[in-house]
């Protein structure tokens, strides 16, 4: 089955402390991207992907890394969470290297920094 | 950049009356419009999109228009059902960038 998997699916962790929020997909795209989801913020684009070891800014990178050594992987790190990183994050990924194309989401991360 | 302001922020209507969402877009050179669903605790959906050499599209109940002058695209949908009520989110990009600015989403309620 063609999909995007992301983990964990839900994750309460203290400031400071770093995690990683693994995201994977099995359809060979060649985009990928994270978004973080707030109430009345709509979704908002951490960083994105264009191909193996592509990695660029979107809107709000400030607290995050990424890193895409395999195709088919976008981790997001977060060095030092803090608590205005409390979100729900979405990875996705579409066919192709622009954003003419659907893309694919992950059933999403709750993240609470405490 | 770009910025995507999406009205109205909640919709409530009477299933089988029809639902318009509008969006508008600051920079006139993005030629991609996709909008996006998400039920309740689900990821987001594309239910249809738009490309700027085309100004309206329709997929069964679902209507999309583009106007490029006022730069505004709207999303349409008619005889709603119960199944409709979801968020709605309208997206813009730019042809030289890789980046998708999102509204900030549309909560519609179909009122059974």
Known sequence: EAQVTQNPRYLITVTGKKLTVTCSQNMNHEYMSWYRQDPGLGLRQIYYSMNVEVTDKGDVPEGYKVSRKEKRNFPLILESPSPNQTSLYFCASSFGQGLSYEQYFGPGTRLTVT | ?112
């Open chain 2, 1 to 112: 950049g770009e910025n995507v302001e999406q009205h109205p922020s909640t919709l409530s209507v009477q299933e089988g009356d029809s639902a318009v969402i509008k969006c508008t877009y600051s920079d006139s050179a993005s030629n991609y419009f996709p909008w996006y669903k998400q039920e309740l605790g689900k990821r987001p959906q594309l239910i249809i999109d738009i490309r700027s050499n085309v100004g309206e599209k329709k997929d069964q109940r679902i209507a999309v228009t583009l106007n490029k002058t006022a730069k505004h695209f709207s999303l349409h949908i008619t005889e709603t059902q119960p199944e409709d009520s979801a968020v709605y989110f309208c997206a813009a990009s730019l042809p030289y960038g890789n980046k998708l600015v999102f509204g900030a989403g549309t909560i519609l309620r179909v009122k059974s």
